[in-house]
T-cell receptor
Framework: GDSVTQMEGPVTLSEEAFLTINCTYTATGYPSLFWYVQYPGEGLQLLLKATKADDKGSNKGFEATYRKETTSFHLEKGSVQVSDSAVYFCAQPGGTSYGKLTFGQGTILTVHP | GAVVSQHPSRVICKSGTSVKIECRSLDFQATTMFWYRQFPKKSLMLMATSNEGSKATYEQGVEKDKFLINHASLTLSTLTVTSAHPEDSSFYIC?????????FGPGTRLTVT
């Protein structure tokens, strides 16, 4: 079945470091792909998305490019801040229910000053 | 943007009692709502999908009689944890959808003592 795999965390970085969180997917077609962010004690927020191959989603300095050749949607940010500390989830539509999402396992990011 | 609220944000209950969690879409009508459970440092596990006015569809392994879901209107869904036990302690997150995108609530931390 369709699935999403993220790099294992946790990831710990110093402020202004470069961030990459890997995400790969398996699917029969070309699904939309999403990155969600969960700040401590809160629910999930959509960070960015891409709806077709070669699309680049971007928001708040984060970017991810939909690459069908490598079935990947890696999240990147050039210079992280302490406020970026959160859990990041890669996701794609999944299952038979309309609107259902399949999530990766989540990657905890901690940014130190 | 679309806002989804959950109430309560935190609840502590005694073993054997029942707890109700509300999920509301504040500024849009949600044809579908989803309930997730999140264990510490784990991804979200979809528990059930509910459509307004019809019975919820539960994921495999989720006990229908233990986790009662009601989607009485286009803006409100409730999850009732019946006869709660310590192993039901978790972070419960709902999401609401009026079409393709899901909007997540802030979550409810349930602690069963």
């Amino acid at each position: 079945g369709d699935s999403v795999t993220q790099m294992e965390g946790p990831v710990t970085l110093s402020e202004e470091a470069f961030l990459t969180i890997n995400c790969t997917y398996t699917a029969t077609g070309y699904p939309s792909l999403f990155w969600y962010v969960q700040y401590p004690g809160e629910g999930l927020q959509l960070l960015l998305k891409a709806t077709k191959a070669d699309d680049k989603g971007s928001n708040k300095g984060f970017e991810a490019t939909y690459r069908k050749e490598t079935t990947s949607f890696h999240l990147e940010k050039g210079s992280v801040q302490v406020s970026d500390s959160a859990v990041y989830f890669c996701a794609q539509p999944g299952g038979t229910s309309y609107g259902k999402l399949t999530f990766g396992q989540g990657t905890i990011l901690t940014v130190h000053p | 943007g679309a806002v989804v609220s959950q109430h309560p944000s935190r609840v502590i209950c005694k073993s054997g009692t029942s707890v109700k969690i509300e999920c509301r879409s504040l500024d849009f009508q949600a044809t579908t709502m989803f309930w997730y459970r999140q264990f510490p440092k784990k991804s979200l596990m979809l528990m059930a999908t509910s459509n307004e006015g019809s019975k919820a569809t539960y994921e495999q392994g989720v006990e229908k009689d233990k986790f009662l879901i009601n989607h009485a209107s286009l803006t409100l869904s409730t999850l009732t944890v019946t006869s709660a036990h310590p192993e039901d302690s978790s972070f419960y997150i709902c999401s609401a959808s009026s079409g393709y995108e899901q909007y997540f609530g802030p979550g409810t931390r349930l602690t069963v003592t």
